[in-house]
């Protein structure tokens, strides 16, 4: 019998929790946004603390965020390019 070969695959999610003051203006949640020195304990596939983990999910503090308007076309997933990210000017 032929050795099967196991395909990897490479996989994301986004994990959202309520959202903070500033996005709480767009959405009624958010992206979990984890501080970098925080990276390790998240990446780290020994870590068994589930509840060390969960708290990990936590908006991300709104003074330490920026918002401005982008381009409308954002809203459309056929349109895929970095300019629409691009700070918009308001047309109101």
Known sequence: MAE???KSTETYTIITTSANKLVGEIHDRMAVILPGERYDEW???GNQN???LKALLQPYPADKMQAHL???MVGTVRNDEPSLVEPF????
């Open 4 to 6: 099967q070969r196991r």
């Open 89 to 92: 000017p308001n047309s109101a």
């Open 70 to 72: 982008v381009n409308p």
């Open 50 to 52: 589930v509840d060390e």
């Open 43 to 45: 990446l780290d596939g």
